[in-house]
């Protein structure tokens, strides 16, 4: 049923949902919920009239309570949970049926599930790569806002932080070595648009493998 219900506009209008609910959490700090009126407060209560300055650290102007209850609990381990639970769901499933060896559509069921298994493991490690990248800061984050008290190392934080935004590169060089569709397009994109030249037979290939 792939093909009737993901449709090209039914796809498009669910990536651009994809970004702009992630515009509307990521940039909730630029909105009001952040560490200004907080930092405005301490001067006032030191009895302290020195100019403002606002020293541009991380967890300085970015509220905790905003990167733990609204960007964690609410925006990032709810849906992880539930993309661990698919994707243990889909396996069992595939599972089953390279056990049973149940006809499909393919001649050859042994080969279809295995394909299928493979683009599983593929959308998987994608997964546990966001997991690894983006767990650190939340962790970092959930330590600052429950013991105050506690000290972390900075180092840790720009680490963690550094982490985050390099799971953004990782997705694609992870798709391009495990899943040939992807690759072929994203070899087609590249001489396309940054060689200057069009690669016939990756367009031709491309084609027939979208046919299929």
């Known amino acids: 049923r792939y093909k009737s219900m993901v449709t090209p ?3 498009v209008v669910a990536i651009a949902c994809c970004w702009i609910v992630s515009f509307l959490v990521g940039l909730t700090p630029m909105f009001g919920w952040n560490n200004l009126n907080k930092m ?10 020195t100019e403002f300055i606002i020293t541009c650290q991380f967890e ?12 964690f609990f609410v925006w990032v381990l709810p849906p992880l949970l539930l993309m661990l639970l698919i994707y243990l769901e889909v396996f069992n499933l595939i599972r089953k049926q390279l056990n049973k060896k149940v006809s499909s559509s393919s001649n050859d ?9 493979k683009i599983a493991k593929s ?3 994608v997964l546990f790569l966001f997991v690894l990248s983006w767990l650190p800061l939340h962790i970092l984050n959930c330590i600052t806002l429950f013991c105050p008290s506690c000290q972390t190392p900075h180092i840790l934080t720009y680490i963690a932080i550094f982490l985050t935004h390099g ?4 997705n694609p060089i992870v798709y391009a070595f495990r899943i040939k569709k992807f690759r072929t397009a994203f070899l087609q994109i590249w001489n396309q648009y940054f060689c200057c030249k069009t690669n016939k037979n990756a367009t031709s290939t491309t084609m027939a493998e979208a046919g299929n």
């Open 167 to 170: 799971n953004s590169a990782m």
């Open 60 to 71: 300085t102007v970015i509220s905790m309570e905003y990167m733990v209850y609204f960007n």
């Open 40 to 49: 405005r407060r301490t001067p006032e209560l030191n009895g302290s009239h």
């Open 109 to 117: 069921p042994q080969k279809y599930y295995g394909k299928e298994l």
């Open 9 to 11: 506009r039914r796809a």
């Open 123 to 125: 959308l998987a490690l």
